[in-house]
């Protein structure tokens, strides 16, 4: 996962950078779109930070 990601994203994760990544976007899930569909979330999420 941490190699496809990081390809996709043209970034390079350590796996505490990949575990402190999810975590952050569990906690945002959970704050800012409660109920929303996570791979969607998680996915806009990521390509405002990494594009």
Same mark, same amino acid.
């Given at each position: 996962m941490k190699e496809k990601l990081g390809s996709l994203l043209n970034a390079d994760f350590s796996?505490?950078?990949l575990t402190y990544l999810l975590v952050r976007l569990d906690k945002g899930l959970a *704050?800012?779109?409660p109920g929303a569909y996570w791979p969607d979330y998680y996915a806009k999420q *990521? *390509?405002?930070w990494y594009l």
């Amino acid at each position: 996962m941490k190699e496809k990601l990081g390809s996709l994203l043209n970034a390079d994760f350590s796996k505490s950078e990949l575990t402190y990544l999810l975590v952050r976007l569990d906690k945002g899930l959970a *704050l800012n779109a409660p109920g929303a569909y996570w791979p969607d979330y998680y996915a806009k999420q *990521l *390509l405002n930070w990494y594009l």
